[in-house]
């Protein structure tokens, strides 16, 4: 992996290495533990990590090829779930601020 993710910077500050919140998937992939439960602030971590969106930390030059072509679709899905969260679930929206993830 290229590094922690904001949201793991954000809530357990610089570090390196494997992020201790991800756990293997059983497929070659990672599941964030950040965002395992259905409370708001997991709720908000999938949205922080872009889960469904695709993984943005390339391991091979192949990988880091394919998302640079799936960068502005990304992007936009991106934008458009923090904005239905902004709509939809204050609350978790919220933890965006706290993480200073999002502005006020």
């Known amino acids: 992996m290229a ?3 904001g949201l793991a910077v954000s809530l357990l500050g610089e570090f390196e290495g494997a992020c201790p919140a991800l756990h293997p998937d059983g497929l070659g992939g990672y599941i964030c533990g950040f965002g395992a439960g259905e409370d708001a602030r997991s709720r908000a971590a ?22 640079q072509r799936r960068a502005p679709e990304m992007r936009r899905q991106a934008r458009a779930d923090r904005e239905r969260l902004n ?3 204050p ?13 006020p």
């Open 3 to 5: 590094g922690p993710c």
């Open 46 to 67: 999938r949205v922080a990590v872009g889960s469904g969106i695709g993984c943005d930390s390339p391991q091979t030059m192949a990988d880091l090829a394919a998302r």
């Open 87 to 89: 709509r939809e679930d």
């Open 91 to 103: 609350e978790a929206a919220h933890h965006l601020v706290i993480w200073r993830l999002a502005p």
